[in-house]
């Protein structure tokens, strides 16, 4: 028995050290692949008119091609290069995507500190949050946009405004908490002005797990807009996005299935390193949460 | 009487040969070693532990928290967290066939069966979703395949052994409406209903009111000696001891370093440890002003593999030896042995 | 156990209240006049003096409440401007399909996801484990019309085992009415198994570290006794609320879904009535879903009692 213990020791002693590297890398790696995916996406999708072709260019003479070394991905029904529709798409995708992420925060953030600090309007507050719950994401949006019309303007308000609740309850319940520790509780007999207190002392913790919920709410803004354009109620027609790109190419799903495929790999990808980032930011700012999950 | 073999392989031989021959042994642990797996480091919590359990006999298992009393129990049940630790050598003997090497079907049909465990906290050992008569019935029914009925109506009257008040309507109680002495009964209840050959006892009184650990303890010699089951009793206290075991394992840093009978260890301590721990046990003799004497430095770590006596460094007797190499559990006097290399030393001071 | 039924319905109640007031004045507060947002945008002046007369949009806003919650509690859910027709009765003729890959969803889902979770908890690390974390990466990014078409491609179109898109009403056999419904169920059951299985797998890893699983298992119960019994009841009360609190989501996916194979249910109501600027139907099938959402999960609160005996209201 003592060599089988001998070589166990030796071995985890010698995993020590690689054992801590690789759980840090690990930690580390989420949020470097997520974060760098994101950003290639992003740069991809800015320098789009230096090396992708005209998205809105018809030409009825290549209808549906396969893949070729003019058109990457092929063309879709309209003869449109769909390598470049979706580099395009990338744009309108991750502005919408991103712009009601910062939105939603921003406004979760303001609400929930509201109803964490001044008791009066809480029970209201939440309970308007509760019933923005109960209501589907995407028939929220599709009530707010049905009002106006499409429009891009409409549509970030109304992919933000769904995903506002999870931010304000979020962001309430640490600022309750925080509320109750005694060093809060000593600025305030210590005559702190309430914006100083706010801004010295709740505003720091409530950063990182709003990080987080950003990351969570990023993706589902993401969903939501590509959800909307797919059902012709989001994105105008005229701008290419990957939602109603695949709404538009739906007949031709068995001739030219990368019509349909392209932009939803894009989608995908996107959301993927949306929510690896998200994943990746909660280790590291919690990493008991991490063997837990 | 004292005789030293140079050879740790020869003495252990020779206690196998002793043992073999016994008829009396019900447990044979031999050499057992378990390691815990932490993210960055192992734990040897059981540096070989050897003991028997002889039929019928109760056996006290002491020592301070941490020494590995607790993970000896769970190795023989092979109930320890499967991702985190894992016995890695020695053999657990019951019925001649060894537990370490048994499919865990097999090992199924023992639990519960022919050796039997209770915990240290009733308040969470039981489930809190079932009755405490199914939580019992189920073990009848797993181990006898007896009905539904059947096992609810053994449970009923198992609670009745364990002398809790109106047993027909108490096995529809949940645990949560059970005050912890009554579920530490229920515990008993189950872990006796199918008359297992050996009960292992993990501190069951610790989580107790000091009233209630009385009757709990009561309860468990009196059982005991209805039953024949031999019992393993582990505790740190050593007036509980005292009070319900023939002989006693003493345990520090995951080995044993003592082992007599009741009566002898009490009388006449040998190790170094196991004399401290005595002088540790409040007097009531002794008056207020004196004060309890304690153990002057800390268990050393058993992240690092010891060498020599792991109590050397808080042993006033300790020497070269001890800090070199390991002692061996020795035979010192009829049913006495001890792991010290100072052991005639340490009874003369 | 009465008074927090009462707790519990005054705020189901109040969640309802502020979702009227929320839809009532989304219409009236929004830009432009709402009898015209509402006649939609080749109606003559006739038919937006008809609507303003029809909804009374001429009374304050308080006395236009009144009456329109007053419809609402009296089941009247307005006429379709588009068709003409009750609300009511459009819903009515939709909700079968709805129904059916909704119902077929959840129970897919929860077999599926709450079994894959457990198994993922039971040998946490474990190859199965593994599996869930790659296959939730999947379904949590991949939206479901992504994974319909592609569903579609392989399993329609490539091979023609089954039907590409449309329904077949129960009533005109069983084997076809499944048919057609097995791709739109493994669809939009692909992110919702996902979900149940983390949950599930999350509220297993903490029971399965408590004591009476140990006591279970010193008894000599089987791995399936263990975990089915003695662990899933007690994780079953987190299990039950993150199912009942995701019925939303299940319906934004519904939504989709019959969209991507054509399925004639609410979804497709809903996404007909925007391009008709037919708010009534929007107005009625947000209130009804949110109001079975409440619903559903005062329903879950109460099914707690059976499962865990210490909860007793």
Not at chain 1, 173 to 178: A, D, K, R, T
Request: net charge positive; charged share 20%.
């Amino acid at each position: 028995m003592a060599h089988i213990s001998d070589t166990l020791t030796s071995a985890a002693a010698g995993r020590q050290p690689v054992f801590r590297f690789v759980r840090v890398a690990r930690q580390r790696a989420l949020v470097l692949i997520g974060g760098g995916l994101l950003l290639l996406l992003i740069l991809l999708a800015l320098a789009a008119p230096f090396y992708a072709g005209d998205p809105r260019n018809i030409d009825p003479f290549v209808r549906l091609k396969p893949p070729s070394p003019e058109h990457w991905f092929g063309t879709d029904h309209l003869g449109r290069d769909v390598f470049a529709r979706a580099i395009y798409g990338a744009r309108i995708s991750l502005t919408v995507g991103l712009i009601s992420a910062l939105l939603a925060a921003g406004t979760g953030l303001l609400i929930g500190v509201v109803a964490g600090y001044l008791r009066k309007f809480d029970n209201i507050i939440m309970r308007i949050m509760d019933a923005l719950m109960s209501i589907p994401t995407i028939l929220l949006a599709i009530a707010l946009i049905s009002l106006t019309g499409p429009g891009i303007g409409i549509l970030i308000v109304a992919v933000a405004l769904p995903q506002t609740p999870s931010v304000t309850r979020l962001v309430r319940s640490v600022v309750l908490s925080v509320r109750e520790r005694s060093y809060v509780e000593a600025a305030v007999c210590g005559g702190a002005r309430l914006p100083k207190v706010l801004w010295r002392h709740v505003l720091p913790n409530t950063i990182p797990p709003l990080m987080v919920q950003s990351a969570i709410v990023c993706a589902d803004a993401i969903m939501t807009e590509a959800g909307l354009s797919f059902l012709g109620v989001g994105v105008p027609p005229e701008i290419p996005s990957w939602g109603n790109m695949i709404a538009s190419s739906r007949l031709y799903l068995a001739t030219a299935p990368l019509t349909i495929f392209a932009p939803g790999i894009f989608l995908a990808v996107t959301v993927l390193a949306v929510n690896l980032l998200g994943d990746g930011l909660r280790d590291l700012f919690d990493p008991r949460a991490k063997r837990r999950r | 009487m004292l005789m030293r073999v140079s050879s740790e392989e020869r003495i252990i031989e020779n206690f196998r040969e002793d043992k073999t021959i016994d008829n009396d042994v019900l447990l044979d642990v031999r050499d057992l070693e378990t390691h815990f797996f932490g993210e960055e480091s192992v734990t040897r919590a059981l540096g070989g532990v050897s003991f028997q359990v002889k039929k019928g006999e109760t056996l006290g298992v002491v020592g301070e928290s941490g020494c590995g009393k607790s993970v000896t129990a769970l190795s023989i049940m092979r109930l320890l967290p499967k991702m985190s630790a894992k016995t890695v050598g020695g053999e657990v003997c019951f019925h001649g066939r060894n537990l370490l090497d048994l499919p865990e079907r097999e090992m199924r049909k023992i639990r519960g069966n022919k050796i039997a465990m209770i915990f240290q906290d009733p308040m969470t050992s039981l489930n809190p979703v079932y009755t405490v008569g199914r939580q019992i019935a189920e073990a009848v029914e797993i181990h006898s395949g007896a009905s539904r009925s059947d096992a609810l109506s053994k449970a009923a009257e198992m609670l009745r052994l364990v002398r809790i008040a109106d047993p027909e309507r108490r096995v529809n109680n949940y645990p949560y409406e059970m005050s912890g002495g009554m579920r530490q009964r229920v515990m008993i209840a189950m872990a006796l209903a199918c008359s297992p050959e050996l009960l292992i006892a993990d501190e069951p009184t610790t989580a107790l009111d000091v009233t209630i650990q009385a009757q709990i303890l009561r309860l468990i010699v009196d059982l005991k000696k209805r039953t024949g089951t031999a019992v393993m009793f582990i505790t740190h206290d050593l007036g509980v001891v005292a009070e319900t075991c023939q002989r006693v394992i003493v345990m520090y840093a995951g080995r044993i370093v003592e082992q007599a009978t009741v009566t002898d260890l009490f009388s006449r301590p040998v190790h170094p440890y196991t004399k401290a721990l005595m002088r540790s046990v409040p007097d009531r003799r002794r008056g207020k002003e004196h004060r309890l004497p304690e153990i002057p430095g800390i268990v050393p770590s058993l992240r690092e593999p010891i060498v020599g006596c792991s109590f050397a460094q808080r042993c006033p007797f300790a020497t070269e030896v001890c800090r070199e190499k390991s002692p061996v559990l020795e035979e010192y006097g009829a049913d006495h042995a001890v792991a010290c290399w100072h052991a005639k030393e340490v009874v003369s001071a | 156990m009465a008074f927090y039924l009462l707790r519990r319905m005054v705020s189901a109640i109040a969640v309802m209240a502020m979702v009227g007031v929320f839809v009532f004045l989304l219409i009236r507060l929004a830009p432009g006049d709402p009898a015209v947002v509402l006649a939609g945008p080749s109606a003559t002046e006739q038919m937006v003096a008809n609507i303003r007369e029809q909804l009374g949009l001429n009374d304050p806003l308080p006395i236009q409440f009144v009456h329109w919650m007053r419809d609402l509690l009296g089941g009247d859910f307005g006429t379709s401007i588009f068709s003409g027709r009750l609300v009511l009765d459009l819903l009515a003729q939709r909700l079968e399909p709805t129904l059916s890959l909704s119902l077929l969803t959840l129970a897919l889902s929860v077999t599926v996801g709450v079994s894959f979770g457990i198994l993922a908890a039971w040998r946490a690390g474990g190859l199965v484990d593994r599996l869930l974390l790659v296959f939730s990466a999947f379904g949590y990014s991949v939206p479901v019309f992504v994974i319909g078409y592609f569903l579609v491609y392989l399993l329609a179109i490539g091979t023609g085992w089954l039907p590409v898109q449309g329904y077949a009403p129960i009533g005109d056999g069983l084997s076809r009415w499944f048919v057609h419904l097995i791709l739109p169920t493994v669809t939009l059951s692909v992110p919702y198994i996902a979900f149940v299985a983390r949950i599930a797998r999350a509220s297993m890893l903490e029971v399965l570290t408590e004591d009476y699983m140990r006591t279970a298992a010193a008894k000599g119960a089987s791995s399936y006794a263990m975990l089915f019994h003695h662990a899933l009841k007690n994780a079953g009360v987190p299990i039950l609320t993150v199912i009942g609190l995701s019925f939303a989501y299940l319906i934004g996916g519904v939504v989709l879904t019959e969209t991507v194979y054509n399925i004639p249910g609410v979804g497709r109501l809903v996404v007909d009535a925007i391009n008709n600027r037919d708010y009534p139907i929007i107005q009625s099938v947000l209130i009804l879903t949110s109001g079975l959402y409440v619903l559903i999960n005062l329903a879950v609160d109460l099914a707690y009692t059976l499962i865990d005996p210490r909860i007793r209201y």
